[in-house]
């Protein structure tokens, strides 16, 4: 199982970025993809998730309504649409996979993948 994340970038306050992450090794029928994020110094904020029996999704208070993931089965792809950054929503961001649906837990997550870091200006 692999995942890889990329995406990231240098963006304004107020712009957008998509972040994508490319699975192999598993199915999207099988694995709760999740979006991660940390800051230096901090711990893992679970940003989003999306389940695989229904595609449905949920996120952190600190991005709903902003940040959206969704499911691109033919490219095997997850996305992590961000609009309107915020400078604290500068970290580095990671995919994972779990067995476990609908959660945001790190926890819970088995596999990982490499970080993509995003820097959000002020």
């Known amino acids: 199982v692999q995942l890889q994340a990329s995406g990231g970038g240098l963006v304004q306050a107020g712009g957008s970025l998509r972040l994508s992450c490319v699975v192999s090794?598993?199915?999207?029928?099988?694995?709760?993809v999740g979006w991660f994020r940390q800051v230096p110094g901090k711990g893992l904020e679970g940003v989003s998730c999306?389940?695989?029996?229904?595609?449905?999704?949920a996120y952190a208070d600190s991005v709903k309504g902003r940040f959206t993931s969704t499911i691109d089965n033919a490219k095997n792809t997850v996305y992590l649409q961000m609009n309107s950054l915020k400078p604290e929503d500068t970290a580095v961001y990671y995919c994972?996979?779990?067995?476990?649906?609908?959660?945001?837990?790190?926890?819970?997550?088995?596999?990982w993948g490499q970080g993509t870091l995003v820097t959000v200006s002020s």
């Open positions: 994972a996979a779990s067995k476990f649906q609908y959660t945001r837990m790190y926890r819970d997550y088995e596999f």
């Open positions: 090794g598993f199915s999207f029928d099988e694995y709760n």
């Open positions: 999306i389940a695989y029996t229904d595609n449905s999704t």
